[in-house]
């Protein structure tokens, strides 16, 4: 799933070539993408308003058009954004013709990726206030606000990473490099963390987002941006999908496991496992924590 630093990278490439331009057409060719919106309503919606900002909460991208209209879209597990892409491209859902003659095609093999209409600004806060957590690189994110989400918390810290009312943006690949960075163990109970970890997770967090938005993304599977160009960070892996690789820092074998019913990667020298919570048991907690 395209993750925070991917979906960053999507608007960063497309809002100088969309900003201020008109929506001329918007044709959904895949009434799931929008249900259970009707695909005539949303084309109504937006059609002939103009692009006044293209932003990103978490993982959502914002297409913010006059009278307070937001147009949000979720890539999910294979989303994709294309401009001016070849027509022929296949597993497209939606296409976007601007005033301009550009268009802008979301393509997507698995058809798990959305889009819908929000009207109204306080709508659009409450949309996203009932779905995310902080932003990790907005400035919010520090030692002490990681510690107060995770007070009291059992689940194990990568249940809790992925859960985006906690912090938004964080999913799978970034959670795994982070929890390496910090020594972190992803069985280790949130709430268990000491101050000092906190602090060394959250600013770990951020360095592995940054590090991702600096190589335009990971491609696992589908993820391109704008221009079709795949990203680079999955060469820069420290320890996801690294499995029976040696550790860059001790050249301990990485070891894969699921946690957070997610292929979870860990070097056990340097993020020691917690004696007290066993893989097993952790899988059962995980899957009662809510995850976006």
Same mark, same amino acid.
């Given at each position: 799933?395209? $993750?925070?630093?991917?979906?960053?990278?999507?608007?960063?490439?497309?809002?100088?070539?969309?900003?201020?331009?008109?929506?001329?057409?918007?044709?959904?060719?895949? +009434?799931?993408?929008?249900? =259970?919106?009707?695909?005539?309503?949303?084309?109504?919606?937006?059609?002939?308003?103009?692009?006044?900002?293209?932003?990103?909460?978490?993982?959502?991208?914002?297409? $913010?058009?006059?009278?307070?209209?937001?147009?949000?879209?979720?890539?999910?597990?294979?989303?994709?954004?294309?401009? *001016?892409?070849? =027509? @022929?491209?296949?597993?497209?859902?939606?296409?976007?013709?601007?005033?301009?003659?550009?268009?802008?095609?979301?393509?997507? +093999?698995?058809?798990?990726?959305?889009?819908?209409?929000?009207?109204? @600004?306080?709508?659009?806060?409450?949309?996203?206030?009932?779905?995310?957590?902080?932003?990790?690189?907005?400035? *919010?994110?520090?030692?002490?606000?990681?510690?107060?989400?995770? /007070?009291?918390?059992?689940?194990?810290?990568?249940?809790?990473?992925?859960?985006?009312?906690?912090?938004?943006?964080?999913?799978?690949?970034?959670?795994?490099? @982070?929890?390496?960075?910090?020594?972190?163990?992803?069985?280790? +109970?949130?709430?268990?963390?000491?101050?000092?970890?906190?602090?060394? /997770?959250?600013?770990?967090?951020?360095?592995?987002?940054? @590090?991702? /938005?600096?190589?335009?993304?990971?491609?696992?599977?589908?993820?391109?941006?704008?221009?079709?160009?795949?990203?680079?960070?999955?060469?820069?892996?420290?320890?996801?999908?690294?499995?029976?690789?040696?550790?860059?820092?001790?050249?301990?074998?990485?070891?894969?496991?699921?946690?957070?019913?997610?292929?979870?990667?860990?070097?056990?020298?340097?993020? =020691?496992?917690?004696?007290?919570?066993?893989?097993?048991?952790?899988?059962?907690?995980?899957?009662?924590?809510?995850? /976006?």
């Amino acid at each position: 799933m395209p $993750e925070l630093p991917e979906v960053e990278t999507i608007r960063t490439g497309l809002a100088p070539l969309v900003t201020g331009r008109r929506i001329a057409q918007l044709e959904i060719h895949d +009434p799931r993408w929008c249900a =259970p919106v009707a695909p005539s309503a949303v084309s109504d919606a937006v059609e002939g308003r103009s692009i006044e900002r293209l932003s990103r909460r978490g993982k959502w991208l914002v297409f $913010e058009l006059a009278d307070e209209i937001a147009l949000i879209c979720h890539l999910r597990m294979t989303g994709t954004l294309l401009y *001016d892409a070849d =027509p @022929a491209e296949r597993h497209q859902r939606m296409r976007m013709l601007l005033d301009d003659g550009h268009e802008l095609r979301f393509c997507d +093999p698995r058809r798990f990726g959305t889009g819908e209409v929000v009207v109204g @600004a306080q709508a659009i806060e409450r949309f996203f206030s009932a779905r995310l957590g902080i932003e990790p690189l907005g400035g *919010d994110l520090d030692g002490a606000a990681l510690s107060e989400r995770a /007070l009291g918390r059992r689940t194990p810290v990568k249940a809790f990473l992925l859960d985006q009312r906690r912090i938004a943006g964080i999913g799978n690949i970034y959670a795994d490099e @982070a929890l390496f960075r910090a020594s972190i163990h992803p069985l280790r +109970p949130a709430g268990a963390l000491t101050p000092a970890e906190c602090d060394a /997770l959250s600013g770990a967090i951020q360095d592995a987002l940054r @590090a991702g /938005l600096r190589a335009g993304g990971a491609t696992i599977d589908d993820f391109r941006r704008p221009d079709g160009v795949y990203g680079t960070f999955q060469n820069e892996f420290l320890v996801h999908r690294r499995e029976g690789e040696p550790c860059p820092n001790c050249g301990t074998q990485i070891v894969k496991f699921t946690a957070a019913g997610r292929g979870t990667y860990v070097c056990e020298q340097c993020q =020691p496992q917690p004696r007290a919570v066993s893989r097993r048991r952790a899988g059962r907690r995980d899957a009662r924590s809510g995850r /976006l």
